[in-house]
Protein backbone atom coordinates (compact mmCIF):
# COMPACT_ATOMS: atom_id res chain seq x y z
CA UNK A 1 0.00 0.00 0.00
CA UNK A 2 2.69 2.57 0.70
CA UNK A 3 4.34 1.77 -2.83
CA UNK A 4 1.37 2.47 -4.54
CA UNK A 5 0.45 5.61 -2.05
CA UNK A 6 4.14 7.18 -3.07
CA UNK A 7 3.76 6.36 -7.08
CA UNK A 8 0.36 8.52 -6.74
CA UNK A 9 2.44 11.11 -4.67
CA UNK A 10 5.43 11.16 -6.97
CA UNK A 11 3.20 10.76 -10.29
CA UNK A 12 0.03 13.27 -9.56
CA UNK A 13 1.47 16.49 -10.66
CA UNK A 14 2.81 15.08 -14.09
CA UNK A 15 -1.23 14.23 -14.75
CA UNK A 16 -3.45 15.83 -17.28
CA UNK A 17 -6.61 14.39 -15.17
CA UNK A 18 -6.77 12.30 -11.91
CA UNK A 19 -9.80 10.47 -12.82
CA UNK A 20 -7.89 7.60 -12.11
CA UNK A 21 -6.41 8.37 -8.88
CA UNK A 22 -10.56 8.72 -8.30
CA UNK A 23 -10.84 5.62 -9.42
CA UNK A 24 -8.32 3.93 -7.23
CA UNK A 25 -10.02 5.53 -4.33
CA UNK A 26 -13.57 4.06 -5.41
CA UNK A 27 -11.74 0.75 -5.51
CA UNK A 28 -10.69 0.49 -2.69
CA UNK A 29 -13.27 2.33 -0.42
CA UNK A 30 -15.59 0.09 -2.13
CA UNK A 31 -13.11 -3.36 -0.82
CA UNK A 32 -13.29 -1.42 2.78
CA UNK A 33 -10.36 -0.13 2.99
CA UNK A 34 -10.95 3.66 3.96
CA UNK A 35 -7.62 4.05 5.44
CA UNK A 36 -6.32 4.49 2.47
CA UNK A 37 -7.84 7.48 1.28
CA UNK A 38 -6.78 9.12 4.65
CA UNK A 39 -2.97 7.56 4.25
CA UNK A 40 -3.02 9.08 0.81
CA UNK A 41 -4.45 12.66 1.71
CA UNK A 42 -2.19 12.80 4.47
CA UNK A 43 0.67 11.87 1.79
CA UNK A 44 0.26 14.46 -0.54
CA UNK A 45 -0.76 17.27 2.34
CA UNK A 46 2.73 16.27 3.29
CA UNK A 47 4.75 16.07 0.09
CA UNK A 48 3.19 19.58 -1.32
CA UNK A 49 1.70 21.45 1.79
CA UNK A 50 0.62 25.12 0.35
CA UNK A 51 2.06 25.07 -2.85
CA UNK A 52 0.06 22.57 -4.44
CA UNK A 53 -1.01 22.44 -7.88
CA UNK A 54 -4.80 21.78 -9.49
CA UNK A 55 -3.92 17.92 -9.43
CA UNK A 56 -3.28 17.98 -5.14
CA UNK A 57 -6.61 19.81 -4.65
CA UNK A 58 -8.73 17.77 -6.58
CA UNK A 59 -7.75 14.76 -5.47
CA UNK A 60 -7.58 15.30 -1.97
CA UNK A 61 -11.19 17.17 -2.31
CA UNK A 62 -12.48 13.58 -3.94
CA UNK A 63 -10.79 11.88 -0.80
CA UNK A 64 -12.67 13.95 1.73
CA UNK A 65 -16.11 14.32 0.20
CA UNK A 66 -15.67 10.06 -0.83
CA UNK A 67 -14.91 9.31 3.23
CA UNK A 68 -17.39 12.06 4.07
CA UNK A 69 -20.56 11.55 2.10
CA UNK A 70 -19.94 7.33 2.10
CA UNK A 71 -21.89 5.24 4.43
CA UNK A 72 -19.59 2.28 5.71
CA UNK A 73 -17.63 1.18 9.30
CA UNK A 74 -14.81 3.89 9.75
CA UNK A 75 -15.67 6.65 7.16
CA UNK A 76 -16.26 8.90 9.47
CA UNK A 77 -13.07 8.39 11.54
CA UNK A 78 -10.85 8.24 8.51
CA UNK A 79 -12.50 11.66 7.13
CA UNK A 80 -11.86 12.86 10.81
CA UNK A 81 -7.91 11.71 10.78
CA UNK A 82 -7.80 13.65 6.80
CA UNK A 83 -8.98 16.40 8.10
CA UNK A 84 -7.01 16.51 11.29
CA UNK A 85 -3.93 16.50 9.07
CA UNK A 86 -4.29 20.05 7.20
CA UNK A 87 -5.41 21.78 10.50
CA UNK A 88 -2.80 23.61 10.65
CA UNK A 89 -2.65 24.82 6.77
CA UNK A 90 -6.53 25.90 6.46
CA UNK A 91 -9.27 26.62 9.25
CA UNK A 92 -11.90 26.49 6.17
CA UNK A 93 -11.55 22.65 6.22
CA UNK A 94 -13.40 22.65 9.34
CA UNK A 95 -16.63 24.20 8.33
CA UNK A 96 -16.22 22.49 4.88
CA UNK A 97 -16.06 18.76 6.49
CA UNK A 98 -18.35 19.25 8.85
CA UNK A 99 -21.03 20.29 5.79
CA UNK A 100 -20.07 17.13 4.12
CA UNK A 101 -20.19 15.04 7.13
CA UNK A 102 -23.53 16.33 8.11
CA UNK A 103 -25.60 16.16 4.84
CA UNK A 104 -24.60 12.27 4.52
CA UNK A 105 -23.86 10.66 7.69
CA UNK A 106 -26.34 9.90 10.41
CA UNK A 107 -25.87 11.90 13.92
CA UNK A 108 -24.96 8.56 15.94
CA UNK A 109 -22.23 7.84 13.31
CA UNK A 110 -20.75 11.16 14.45
CA UNK A 111 -20.50 11.07 18.06
CA UNK A 112 -16.69 9.66 17.37
CA UNK A 113 -16.13 13.30 16.64
CA UNK A 114 -17.41 14.43 19.89
CA UNK A 115 -14.95 11.48 21.27
CA UNK A 116 -11.61 11.63 18.89
CA UNK A 117 -8.82 13.58 17.92
CA UNK A 118 -11.45 16.11 16.35
CA UNK A 119 -10.78 19.90 16.96
CA UNK A 120 -13.20 22.19 19.07
CA UNK A 121 -14.12 24.19 15.55
CA UNK A 122 -15.16 20.93 13.93
CA UNK A 123 -17.32 19.59 16.82
CA UNK A 124 -18.99 23.26 17.29
CA UNK A 125 -19.86 23.31 13.18
CA UNK A 126 -20.44 19.95 13.28
CA UNK A 127 -23.30 20.79 16.11
CA UNK A 128 -25.19 23.00 14.30
CA UNK A 129 -24.52 21.55 10.89
CA UNK A 130 -26.80 19.00 12.23
CA UNK A 131 -28.89 21.32 13.78
CA UNK A 132 -29.97 23.04 10.57
CA UNK A 133 -30.74 19.54 9.40
CA UNK A 134 -33.21 18.66 12.51
CA UNK A 135 -30.84 16.10 14.54
CA UNK A 136 -31.74 16.54 17.71
CA UNK A 137 -28.14 16.89 19.23
CA UNK A 138 -29.13 17.55 22.42
CA UNK A 139 -30.85 13.69 22.78
CA UNK A 140 -27.81 11.91 20.43
CA UNK A 141 -25.71 9.73 22.41
CA UNK A 142 -21.95 10.66 22.32
CA UNK A 143 -23.15 14.44 21.02
CA UNK A 144 -25.65 15.30 23.80
CA UNK A 145 -22.62 16.14 26.53
CA UNK A 146 -20.17 18.04 24.25
CA UNK A 147 -23.05 20.02 23.17
CA UNK A 148 -24.39 20.99 26.23
CA UNK A 149 -21.20 21.38 27.98
CA UNK A 150 -20.81 25.22 29.03
CA UNK A 151 -17.54 25.05 28.30
CA UNK A 152 -18.01 25.99 24.71
CA UNK A 153 -20.29 28.82 25.20
CA UNK A 154 -17.56 31.42 24.94
CA UNK A 155 -17.38 30.32 21.14
CA UNK A 156 -18.74 32.25 18.77
CA UNK A 157 -21.79 29.88 17.27
CA UNK A 158 -22.71 28.99 21.55
CA UNK A 159 -24.84 31.60 20.94
CA UNK A 160 -27.02 29.37 18.55
CA UNK A 161 -30.21 27.82 19.72
CA UNK A 162 -29.61 23.80 19.82
CA UNK A 163 -32.69 23.48 17.67
CA UNK A 164 -34.07 25.06 14.97
CA UNK A 165 -36.42 27.91 15.54
CA UNK A 166 -39.83 28.50 13.92
CA UNK A 167 -38.39 31.13 11.84
CA UNK A 168 -35.42 28.90 10.37
CA UNK A 169 -37.98 26.67 9.04
CA UNK A 170 -36.70 23.83 7.10
CA UNK A 171 -33.47 25.44 5.50
CA UNK A 172 -32.27 24.90 2.09
CA UNK A 173 -29.14 23.23 1.74
CA UNK A 174 -26.51 21.97 -0.30
CA UNK A 175 -26.64 18.04 -1.62
CA UNK A 176 -23.06 17.04 -1.30
CA UNK A 177 -22.08 13.51 -2.70
CA UNK A 178 -18.33 12.39 -3.50
CA UNK A 179 -17.90 14.42 -7.01
CA UNK A 180 -20.11 17.21 -6.18
CA UNK A 181 -22.50 19.47 -4.78
CA UNK A 182 -25.46 21.40 -5.46
CA UNK A 183 -27.64 24.46 -3.36
CA UNK A 184 -30.88 26.70 -3.90
CA UNK A 185 -30.61 30.21 -4.27
CA UNK A 186 -33.81 32.30 -2.96
CA UNK A 187 -32.80 35.45 -3.91
CA UNK A 188 -35.51 38.85 -4.81
CA UNK A 189 -38.97 39.49 -4.05
CA UNK A 190 -41.72 37.24 -3.66
CA UNK A 191 -43.74 37.03 -6.87
CA UNK A 192 -46.80 37.32 -4.38
CA UNK A 193 -47.97 40.08 -1.99
CA UNK A 194 -46.79 42.71 -4.22
CA UNK A 195 -46.68 46.54 -3.08
CA UNK A 196 -47.51 49.03 -5.97
CA UNK A 197 -45.38 52.85 -5.05
CA UNK A 198 -48.11 55.62 -5.48
CA UNK A 199 -46.95 59.09 -5.91
CA UNK A 200 -49.28 60.84 -4.49
CA UNK A 201 -48.54 58.90 -1.00
CA UNK A 202 -47.47 60.78 1.56
CA UNK A 203 -43.83 59.96 2.85
CA UNK A 204 -42.55 61.01 6.40
CA UNK A 205 -39.13 63.07 6.94
CA UNK A 206 -36.28 60.89 7.85
CA UNK A 207 -33.05 61.40 9.29
CA UNK A 208 -30.27 58.28 8.30
CA UNK A 209 -28.74 56.85 11.95
CA UNK A 210 -26.43 54.25 10.19
CA UNK A 211 -23.40 53.34 12.32
CA UNK A 212 -20.52 51.67 11.65
CA UNK A 213 -21.25 49.12 14.07
CA UNK A 214 -24.98 48.93 12.29
CA UNK A 215 -23.72 48.75 8.93
CA UNK A 216 -21.47 45.75 10.09
CA UNK A 217 -24.08 43.65 11.67
CA UNK A 218 -26.86 44.19 8.88
CA UNK A 219 -24.58 42.95 6.55
CA UNK A 220 -22.98 40.06 7.87
CA UNK A 221 -24.71 37.07 5.94
CA UNK A 222 -23.41 39.25 2.56
CA UNK A 223 -20.14 40.26 4.12
CA UNK A 224 -18.03 37.32 2.00
CA UNK A 225 -19.61 38.71 -0.78
CA UNK A 226 -17.49 41.34 -0.52
CA UNK A 227 -14.36 40.03 0.98
CA UNK A 228 -14.10 36.97 -1.29
CA UNK A 229 -15.92 37.53 -4.05
CA UNK A 230 -16.72 41.04 -6.00
CA UNK A 231 -20.04 41.74 -4.23
CA UNK A 232 -20.99 45.06 -3.38
CA UNK A 233 -23.05 46.11 -0.22
CA UNK A 234 -25.08 48.63 0.63
CA UNK A 235 -26.58 48.42 4.28
CA UNK A 236 -28.23 51.61 6.56
CA UNK A 237 -30.45 52.48 8.83
CA UNK A 238 -33.20 55.40 8.92
CA UNK A 239 -35.26 56.82 11.85
CA UNK A 240 -38.67 58.30 10.46
CA UNK A 241 -40.56 61.62 11.74
CA UNK A 242 -43.97 59.81 11.85
CA UNK A 243 -45.16 55.79 11.16
CA UNK A 244 -44.46 54.51 7.91
CA UNK A 245 -47.86 52.90 6.28
CA UNK A 246 -47.14 50.01 3.84
CA UNK A 247 -48.41 51.46 0.69
CA UNK A 248 -46.02 54.18 1.29
CA UNK A 249 -42.71 51.73 1.49
CA UNK A 250 -42.04 51.80 -2.23
CA UNK A 251 -42.01 55.58 -2.55
CA UNK A 252 -40.15 55.54 0.85
CA UNK A 253 -37.63 53.41 -0.57
CA UNK A 254 -37.00 55.23 -3.47
CA UNK A 255 -36.88 58.50 -1.84
CA UNK A 256 -34.04 57.55 0.85
CA UNK A 257 -31.14 57.90 -1.59
CA UNK A 258 -29.75 54.66 -1.44
CA UNK A 259 -26.75 54.01 -4.26
CA UNK A 260 -28.87 50.87 -5.02
CA UNK A 261 -31.89 52.39 -6.39
CA UNK A 262 -30.40 55.41 -8.02
CA UNK A 263 -32.51 56.22 -11.04
CA UNK A 264 -35.04 53.59 -10.25
CA UNK A 265 -39.02 54.01 -10.47
CA UNK A 266 -38.38 56.01 -13.57
CA UNK A 267 -38.06 54.54 -16.50
CA UNK A 268 -35.83 51.89 -14.75
CA UNK A 269 -38.07 48.94 -13.43
CA UNK A 270 -38.79 48.73 -9.46
CA UNK A 271 -40.59 46.23 -7.52
CA UNK A 272 -41.32 45.86 -3.93
CA UNK A 273 -42.82 43.18 -2.41
CA UNK A 274 -44.38 41.68 1.26
CA UNK A 275 -42.41 38.93 2.54
CA UNK A 276 -42.77 36.81 5.69
CA UNK A 277 -40.34 36.90 7.91
CA UNK A 278 -38.75 32.98 7.40
CA UNK A 279 -38.81 34.10 3.94
CA UNK A 280 -35.99 37.14 5.02
CA UNK A 281 -34.38 34.65 7.12
CA UNK A 282 -33.79 31.79 3.90
CA UNK A 283 -32.60 34.51 2.03
CA UNK A 284 -29.78 35.68 4.41
CA UNK A 285 -28.82 32.39 4.99
CA UNK A 286 -28.63 31.30 1.75
CA UNK A 287 -26.04 34.47 0.98
CA UNK A 288 -24.34 33.62 4.00
CA UNK A 289 -23.80 29.94 3.45
CA UNK A 290 -23.16 29.37 -0.27
CA UNK A 291 -21.43 32.53 -1.13
CA UNK A 292 -21.66 34.73 -3.82
CA UNK A 293 -19.99 34.19 -7.30
CA UNK A 294 -16.54 33.16 -6.65
CA UNK A 295 -16.40 31.70 -3.30
CA UNK A 296 -18.58 29.09 -1.08
CA UNK A 297 -19.81 30.92 1.79
CA UNK A 298 -19.49 30.70 5.32
CA UNK A 299 -20.63 26.85 5.09
CA UNK A 300 -23.97 26.08 7.72
CA UNK A 301 -22.89 26.66 10.92
CA UNK A 302 -21.92 30.23 10.50
CA UNK A 303 -24.20 30.91 7.66
CA UNK A 304 -27.10 30.29 10.37
CA UNK A 305 -24.74 32.89 12.83
CA UNK A 306 -24.45 35.19 10.08
CA UNK A 307 -27.90 34.58 9.33
CA UNK A 308 -29.21 35.64 12.64
CA UNK A 309 -26.95 38.58 13.26
CA UNK A 310 -28.24 40.21 10.03
CA UNK A 311 -32.17 39.47 11.44
CA UNK A 312 -31.03 41.21 14.65
CA UNK A 313 -29.64 44.23 12.88
CA UNK A 314 -32.06 44.65 10.47
CA UNK A 315 -35.10 43.98 12.96
CA UNK A 316 -33.52 46.77 15.79
CA UNK A 317 -32.43 44.11 18.10
CA UNK A 318 -29.97 44.88 20.99
CA UNK A 319 -26.32 43.26 20.37
CA UNK A 320 -26.21 40.55 22.39
CA UNK A 321 -29.87 39.56 23.14
CA UNK A 322 -30.67 35.80 22.84
CA UNK A 323 -31.88 34.34 19.55
CA UNK A 324 -35.55 34.15 21.19
CA UNK A 325 -35.77 38.08 21.46
CA UNK A 326 -33.96 38.68 18.17
CA UNK A 327 -36.32 36.11 16.52
CA UNK A 328 -39.71 37.73 18.76
CA UNK A 329 -38.77 41.77 17.67
CA UNK A 330 -38.25 40.49 13.79
CA UNK A 331 -41.67 38.59 13.56
CA UNK A 332 -43.14 42.33 14.74
CA UNK A 333 -41.56 44.00 12.11
CA UNK A 334 -42.90 44.04 8.48
CA UNK A 335 -40.60 42.60 6.10
CA UNK A 336 -40.07 43.67 2.22
CA UNK A 337 -38.07 42.17 -0.59
CA UNK A 338 -37.21 45.01 -3.17
CA UNK A 339 -34.94 44.94 -6.67
CA UNK A 340 -34.61 47.15 -9.50
CA UNK A 341 -32.68 47.25 -12.94
CA UNK A 342 -30.57 49.87 -11.79
CA UNK A 343 -26.91 49.91 -12.70
CA UNK A 344 -25.81 48.96 -9.13
CA UNK A 345 -27.44 45.34 -9.27
CA UNK A 346 -25.41 43.03 -10.84
CA UNK A 347 -28.71 41.24 -12.54
CA UNK A 348 -26.54 37.69 -12.59
CA UNK A 349 -27.54 35.23 -10.04
CA UNK A 350 -26.61 36.93 -7.05
CA UNK A 351 -29.11 39.92 -5.83
CA UNK A 352 -30.31 40.62 -2.46
CA UNK A 353 -32.51 42.85 -1.32
CA UNK A 354 -34.70 43.44 1.67
CA UNK A 355 -36.32 46.14 4.29
CA UNK A 356 -37.52 45.60 7.58
CA UNK A 357 -39.45 48.55 9.17
CA UNK A 358 -40.20 48.62 12.84
CA UNK A 359 -43.26 47.33 15.03
CA UNK A 360 -43.93 51.12 15.96
CA UNK A 361 -43.35 51.65 12.21
CA UNK A 362 -40.56 54.54 13.25
CA UNK A 363 -37.53 52.34 12.07
CA UNK A 364 -36.62 51.36 8.78
CA UNK A 365 -33.40 49.41 7.98
CA UNK A 366 -32.45 47.97 4.23
CA UNK A 367 -29.73 45.68 3.20
CA UNK A 368 -28.93 45.24 -0.56
CA UNK A 369 -26.31 43.55 -2.20
CA UNK A 370 -25.18 42.32 -5.84
CA UNK A 371 -21.96 40.45 -6.64
CA UNK A 372 -20.91 38.80 -10.30
CA UNK A 373 -18.63 36.56 -11.58
Known sequence: MADQIQKIVTELPDLENVTGVWAVADDRLARGDAAFLADLGIALAGAYGSDAGWQYRSVFDYLLR????????GNVAQALRLVSSLEAADKRL??????????????????????????????????????????????????????????????????????????????????????????????GPSANHNVRGDAGVHVPSVEETTTEAAAKG???????????????????????????????????????????????????????????????????????????????????????????????????????????EVEARARECAWYGFGADTKWFERVAWDVGLAAVSPERRRLAMLAATDTD
Open 66 to 73: LLATTSGP
Open 218 to 324: IGAAVANWAEESNGRIEARVFDLAVPLEAESVPSMLLGLGLECLKGAGKKTAFSVAACPTDQAWRVLFAAASTGGAYNSGTRGAYGRLAAWQSLAGLSGTAEGDPAE
Open 94 to 187: DRYAASLLASSQPPEELAVAFTGSATEELRACLVHELVLRGAHVTETPGITGWAMSPHWRHHPLGWLPLALSDVEGQPDLPRHSARGGSHSMPY
